[in-house]
């Protein structure tokens, strides 16, 4: 069972347009949802979190908007770059646990 | 400054035979964990340790077991290894009992195994 699920699959999008991926849960313990970038042969990294405390965390060309009414957050991608081409999870931690869970990812292509 | 070492990079078993991944981290963090990554199915969560000495399991215990002996190592050994256990792993470590509260999870580059 899927507890974060994650969509799309896969994602092409032409520089300097917006990247749109979506997750939605369950289960609302959760509390931190952070955002992992993985580039391929490496492991994934933290690119961007919040707390569900804000609708909204913006970093740079990054933001993750949250509405924790209807379980979902996003991560947008503004002006979007070939170097942006990666795989990316969102992932949400369970309060009072020491587990992280990741959603299916997405892998994303920024053609030129 | 190292962050988090896995060794091997990749291995190819035959079904039946074991092995130990290995994980070493430097930056003195509590708390390391194994992880499994598939096609579509995103990162999975195999075994996981909060200090050492201690070790818990995750959402995919079976086939696996770990140690931590030492604080900056973390092992992930399969005993009877399986086709269905060919897959990237990768350990992660953390400064904070609950992962992904305010803090963050390191990555190793991962280890690509296929079991034959």
């Known amino acids: 069972q899927q507890q974060v699920k994650q969509s799309p699959q896969s994602l092409i999008v032409q520089k300097g347009g917006i990247s749109i991926i979506n997750c939605a849960y369950e289960n609302t313990a959760f509390d931190y949802f952070p955002w992992y970038q993985q580039f391929p042969g490496k492991g994934p990294a933290l690119l961007i979190a919040?707390?569900?405390?804000?609708s909204e965390k913006k970093e740079g060309r990054f933001t993750i908007s949250f509405n924790k009414s209807a379980k979902q957050f996003s991560l947008h991608i503004m002006d979007s770059q070939p170097g942006d081409s990666a795989t990316y999870f969102c992932a949400a931690s369970i309060f009072g646990t020491d587990k992280l869970i990741f959603g299916t990812g997405t892998r994303l292509q920024v053609f030129p | 400054n190292a962050g988090v070492t896995q060794t091997p990079k990749f291995r190819v078993l035959k079904t039946g035979q074991s092995m130990t991944l290995l994980c070493a981290q430097d930056?003195?963090?509590?708390?390391m964990y194994w992880y499994r990554q598939d096609p579509g199915m995103g990162l999975r969560l195999i075994h996981y340790s909060v200090g050492e000495g201690t070790t818990a399991k995750g959402e995919v215990p079976d086939g696996y077991n770990v140690s931590r002996l030492k604080k900056q190592n973390f092992l992930l050994g399969l005993e009877s290894a399986a086709p269905s256990q060919t897959s990237v792993y990768f350990c992660a470590s953390s400064t904070s009992s609950r992962q992904g509260m305010n803090t963050e999870a390191f990555f190793g580059q991962g280890t690509r195994l296929t079991v034959v």
């Open positions: 930056m003195n963090h509590e708390y």
């Open positions: 919040i707390r569900p405390d804000v």
